[in-house]
Nanobody, 124 residues
Framework: QVQLVESGGGLVQAGGSLRLSCAASGRTFSSYAMGWFRQASGKEREFVATITSSGRSTYYADSVKGRFTISRDNAKNTVYLQMNSLKPEDTAVYYC?????????????????WGQGTQVTVSS
């Protein structure tokens, strides 16, 4: 069981930036894809970004493409989500997910471990 610790959430104004970090335990971290998902109040969890086990490929939801960047540092067992040009509609609890298929996935069910979630609030 992989344990995930997230940080970096907070309150920012529209147009601002935040960088989320997710530190994972587990000796096989580099063998699996990682992902970020978010859940806004009253809505279902949605895919944000995923990164392959190697870090060579990334995929994004259309709503964040061009604004968010997912990256990973396998030596540090850490995945990041750089969020720029934030909009009020980005407000949500953001969850880090681990244990995905090596090629990445936008399906939450494909990930075996989840972080506790970190709140991101973007004011207008």
């Amino acid at each position: 069981q992989v344990q995930l610790v997230e940080s970096g959430g907070g309150l920012v104004q529209a147009g601002g930036s935040l960088r989320l970090s997710c530190a994972a335990s587990g000796r096989t971290f580099s063998s699996y894809a990682m992902g970020w998902f978010r859940q806004a109040s009253g809505k279902e969890r949605e895919f944000v970004a995923t990164i392959t086990s190697s870090g060579r490929s990334t995929y994004y939801a259309d709503s964040v493409k061009g604004r968010f960047t997912i990256s990973r540092d396998n030596a540090k067992n850490t995945v990041y989500l750089q969020m720029n040009s934030l909009k009020p509609e980005d407000t949500a609890v953001y969850y880090c997910a681990a244990g995905g298929p090596p090629y990445g996935s936008r399906r939450g069910a494909d990930f075996g471990s989840w972080g506790q979630g970190t709140q991101v609030t973007v004011s207008s």
